[in-house]
């Protein structure tokens, strides 16, 4: 499966994004969707993700009650829309597939190419 992740930019502190993930080659129905970020000089960490229902959500600590993850297997599409953003959620975000769903971005199969979320303070 072929990921093409889009949507990020620059935007002040307390503003919003939202970035979209594509999916195509398979089904996206099929996979757990994950999003993670990375900064510079950083690991690469958990963001959130969604099982193939989007009846489960998971999130990390850091950005729980301001982002929310969605998808529409009828677009082959998920979502990220990230509200009252901080200058530390500066990063590149990458968006996975894989069958198991898990936080661990070792155990995702497909990734995106990245998308630059920079948020000024």
């Known amino acids: 499966v072929q990921l093409q992740a889009s949507g990020g930019g620059l935007v002040q502190a307390g503003g919003s994004l939202r970035l979209s993930c594509v999916a195509s080659?398979?089904?996206?129905?099929?996979?757990?969707m994950g999003w993670f970020r990375q900064a510079p000089g950083k690991e690469r960490e958990f963001v959130a993700a969604?099982?193939?229902?989007?009846?489960?959500?998971q999130y990390a600590d850091s950005v729980k009650g301001r982002f929310t993850i969605s998808r529409d297997n009828a677009k082959n599409t998920v979502y990220l829309q990230m509200n009252s953003l901080k200058s530390e959620d500066t990063a590149l975000y990458y968006c996975a597939a894989d069958r198991s769903y898990t936080r661990n971005y070792s155990w995702y199969s497909y990734w995106g190419q990245g998308t630059q979320v920079t948020v000024s303070s």
């Open positions: 969604i099982n193939q229902s989007g009846g489960s959500l």
């Open positions: 080659g398979r089904t996206v129905s099929s996979y757990v």
